[in-house]
T-cell receptor, first 114, second 111 residues
């Protein structure tokens, strides 16, 4: 099983719908991140969390919210999806100073908003 | 934006040649990392270089870091078709809390 699992892998939805992307990890890492990838723009940080009680905004948090349900679970929500949120979304984890301080990524969730 | 930039955006070489890609960033960093992404897949960590290091090697990979110029380069020697992928640099700020990615270099290695 993958260390970082994202669901769904692909989703097509309509403008205005609420969407949740889920991420779970078996790494035992405290730090979790959500990134968005668009062609030519690389990866941009949406939100990150260092433990269940810690949530921080990244570069592009507008239009998104997150929930850290447990150490192993970090969900990203689009309350009212719009077409320019069509992108590839990645969840990642990091062991922080106790680990190698590198990111472990999930396989990605491709979201299309019509 | 904290995001760095990489050049070239795309690189096409013959198998066996060396591939060099560059990364520039904007702020002081704790370390810089390189990741690889096969088409549509998740990123995989390749190598990390700390801000007090100037060069690091791992197999066919060689990374350099010039903090005075805020730039790094990744050299892949004796490239293989299997090296075809996108390569991203990521900077970890001095707080070590956040990671910011460059725009990526798409490498094609022709057999």
């Amino acid at each position: 099983d993958a260390d970082v699992t994202q669901t769904p892998r692909n989703r097509i939805t309509k403008t205005g719908k609420r969407i949740m992307l889920e991420c779970s990890q078996t790494k035992g890492h405290d730090r979790m991140y959500w990134y968005r990838q668009d062609p030519g723009l690389g990866l941009r940080l949406i939100y990150y969390s260092f433990d269940v009680k810690d949530i921080n905004k990244g570069e592009i948090s507008d239009g998104y919210s997150v929930s850290r349900q447990a150490q192993a679970k970090f969900s990203l929500s689009l309350e009212s999806a719009i077409p320019n949120q069509t992108a590839l979304y990645f969840c990642a984890t990091n062991g922080g100073n106790s680990g190698a301080n590198v990111l472990t990524f999930g396989a990605g969730s491709r979201l299309t908003v019509l | 934006s904290q995001q760095g930039e990489e050049d070239p955006q795309a690189l096409s070489i013959q198998e066996g040649e060396n591939a060099t890609m560059n990364c520039s960033y904007k702020t002081s960093i704790n370390n810089l990392q390189w990741y690889r992404q096969n088409s549509g897949r998740g990123l995989v960590h390749l190598i990390l270089i700390r801000s007090n290091e100037r060069e690091k090697h791992s197999g066919r990979l060689r990374v350099t870091l010039d903090t005075s110029k805020k730039s790094s380069s990744l050299l892949i020697t004796a490239s293989r078709a299997a090296d075809t992928a996108s390569y991203f640099c990521a900077t970890a700020l001095n707080t070590g809390n956040q990671f910011y990615f460059g725009t990526g270099t798409s490498l094609t290695v022709i057999p």
